[in-house]
């Protein structure tokens, strides 16, 4: 990949993979096991989950350490391996993106609540974010996407700990309920205004319950910052259990039938979340593409 993501969302869209944690959970991933720990134990798995979305048309890959902080991994008993972890994982991506693709290392939130709302000091919180991000960065992720949070401090903190180690590009996406807001009442106004204050360099929403929870998001933030590019990873659904086998109710056809609207409100960095798959995301290319003809014409 070549220049600053940022400067080409503003030129085209660019589509992004799908669910790696659900994808690997189909490969046989147990209950309770560390996704992540996969990425030694079970290489190839990850590697596959990759693959089925470049393969489908992905242009950007998110790396296998949604939860690869010192402070998530540690309840596994993996701290240790932090660094192995995270550098395994970018090799992983890098391998299966080829020439032409962007890797962003994901980041997520720590899984404990910091000060006030909880009790990880933010100085705690900023070096573990940081050991994890340079760790990717060195291992050579082309930036960095910190995902799904609710807690603004706590993703904020992120964001500074991402410029320090001098990420090129800074994605950031909050986690919106049905009512609007993230779990800890931030509303997508707060969102972009803090986010990008704080130098984020792409701002959106991912996961919720499916994609008209998000596409409301992403609608607020195009209203009050209509210039800036933003991004949009919806669930395929909320999980349901089905014949004792969790499910998603959003199929690439519903899916699909969205882009349009995500367009029109600004999305220049399109994917899918929980649940998705590169079926999915099949979907949503043929459909970015018909938009893009009808637009030249």
Not at 51 to 77: D, K, P
Not at 79 to 94: H, M, P, Q, S
């Amino acid at each position: 990949m070549s220049g600053p993501l940022r400067e080409r969302l503003l030129r085209e869209v660019v589509l992004c993979d799908g669910a790696i944690g659900t994808t690997l959970q189909r490969a046989g991933l147990p209950a309770g096991h560390c996704a992540e720990e996969w990425n030694l134990t079970n290489p190839e798995a990850v590697a596959a989950a990759h693959r089925g979305y470049v393969e489908a048309g992905a242009q950007v890959l998110q790396t296998n350490t949604l939860c690869a902080n010192r402070i998530g991994l540690s309840r596994y008993g993996l701290g240790d391996r932090t660094a192995e972890i995270n550098a395994a994982a970018v090799k992983i991506a890098l391998g299966e993106a080829g020439q032409g693709r962007c890797v962003l290392a994901t980041v997520g939130p720590l899984g404990r609540l910091v000060e006030p709302w909880g009790d990880v000091k933010p100085e705690e919180a900023s070096s573990a974010f940081s050991e994890q991000m340079q760790g990717q960065l060195d291992a050579g992720a082309h930036g960095v996407i910190i995902e799904t949070f609710g807690v603004i401090e706590e993703i904020v903190i992120a964001v500074r700990a991402a410029r320090e180690a001098g990420a090129p590009n800074i994605v950031c996406t909050m986690s919106f309920e049905g009512g609007g807001r993230t779990f800890m009442g931030v509303t997508p106004t707060q969102a972009i205004d803090t986010l990008r204050e704080a130098g984020a360099d792409v701002v959106g929403a991912n996961c919720g319950g499916g994609p008209a929870e998000i596409l409301a998001a992403v609608q607020e933030m195009h209203e009050v910052a209509p210039a800036e590019p933003l991004v949009a990873q919806p669930n395929a659904g909320k999980p349901r259990l089905v014949s004792s086998e969790t499910a998603f109710g959003v199929t690439p056809e519903v899916m699909s039938f969205y882009v349009p609207a995500f367009l029109e409100a600004g999305v220049r960095l399109l994917g899918a979340c929980c649940g998705s798959t590169p079926a999915h995301l099949r979907a949503m290319a043929s459909a970015v593409a018909q938009q893009t003809t009808e637009a030249s014409r």
